[in-house]
C-alpha cells in the first residue's frame, strides 16, 4: 500500500493528446507533495490545465498542514 493519496480531482492530459497527464499526491505518513508527469519528461498545459494542477496543489498543501500539525502517536 503507499503511502500517497492522489488528488481525485485533477485529470489534466497535455494538449498534444499524446497522453502524458499530470499527478498531485500527498504523503499521508509525513505531508510531503509528491507532483508528476506521468509517462514523459515534460507537458505542454493549456490554461485551464495549469489551474486545475494550482488548485491540486493548494489542497496539497493544506493536507500537508494538517498532517504536520498533528500530535505524534509516538
Request: charged share 20%; proline share 1%.
Amino acid at each position: 500500500m503507499s503511502a500517497y493519496s492522489s488528488d481525485r480531482d485533477l485529470n489534466v492530459h497535455d494538449v498534444t493528446g499524446n497522453g502524458t497527464e499530470v499527478d498531485v499526491a500527498t504523503n499521508l505518513l509525513n505531508g510531503d507533495i509528491r507532483l508528476s508527469i506521468l509517462w514523459t519528461q515534460e507537458i505542454l498545459l493549456s490554461a485551464d490545465a495549469a489551474d486545475q494542477i494550482a488548485d491540486a496543489l493548494q489542497r496539497a498543501a493544506a493536507q500537508s498542514r494538517s498532517i504536520t500539525a498533528a500530535p505524534s502517536a509516538d
